[in-house]
């Protein structure tokens, strides 16, 4: 199974601040890659998919790179609803799997 | 528009099974493209993908499961359902079940989980 790596586990930054998370794959999975956002006692809500691609409504400050087996999901100007934990999740092989996740919290 | 909702008993004890369905609604569960899936979270910790189902009954599962997971479609009610059996406390979480969507862009296909329902916990203990 394809093995995905979250970095960091977790993040303090302050509003309006400019963020960055990683997302590493064990094998090369081209752009197959997708990002997800939860909030406590929530579902995951599916942000970003093909590694760049915003699903429709996801503001604009979120964005997402990379190919192969480095990824990066970025939050341009955080606000006060970005806080949460962020999963990246590869969907290269018909094996789902997902990164650890990333907590981002208010500094 | 499209919604899906678990359900199913929130205990279970040791060594048993655990049976949960997927109601889906606003929607086609026979719909061509889409899988269906679930996928759980122990508490406080990450999201762990169980399987996935196509409305003729082709399926995928997790690796480390597929020993233990059965999951099945019943098209006539648009349901689609998960049995794990000899569950042990591991087993604990909530369970999430999920529309695996598509972007077709023009040579591939890109897949997600676009669709989740709320989540229902399921506690193992005796």
């Known amino acids: 199974d394809i093995q995905m790596t979250q970095s960091p586990s977790s993040l303090s930054a302050s509003v309006g601040d400019r963020v960055t998370i990683t997302c590493r794959a064990s094998q090369s999975i081209s752009s197959y890659l997708n990002w997800y956002q939860q909030k406590p006692g929530k579902a995951p809500k599916f942000l970003i998919y093909a590694a760049s691609s915003l699903q429709s409504g996801v503001p604009s400050r979120f964005s997402g790179s990379g190919s192969g087996t480095d990824f990066t999901l970025t939050i341009s100007s955080l606000q006060p609803e970005d806080f949460a934990t962020y999963y990246c999740q590869q969907s290269y092989s018909t094996l789902i799997t997902f990164g650890q996740g990333t907590r981002l919290e208010i500094k | 528009q499209l919604q899906l909702q678990e359900s199913g008993p929130g205990l279970v004890k040791p060594s048993e099974t655990l049976s949960l369905t997927c109601t889906v609604s606003?929607?086609?569960?026979?719909?061509?493209?889409?899988?269906w899936g679930w996928i759980r979270q122990p508490p406080g910790k990450g999201l762990e993908w169980i399987g996935s189902i196509y409305y003729s009954g082709s399926t995928y599962y997790n690796s480390s499961l597929k020993s233990r997971v059965t999951i099945s479609v019943d098209t006539s009610k648009n349901q689609f359902s998960l049995k794990l059996n000899s569950v042990t406390a591991a087993d604990t979480a909530v369970y999430y079940c999920?529309?695996?969507?598509?972007?077709?862009?023009?040579?591939?296909?890109?897949?997600?989980?676009?669709?989740w329902g709320k989540g229902t916990t399921v506690t193992v203990s005796s």
């Open positions: 606003g929607g086609s569960i026979s719909s061509s493209s889409y899988y």
């Open positions: 999920a529309r695996r969507g598509y972007n077709y862009a023009g040579v591939v296909y890109y897949y997600y989980m676009d669709v």
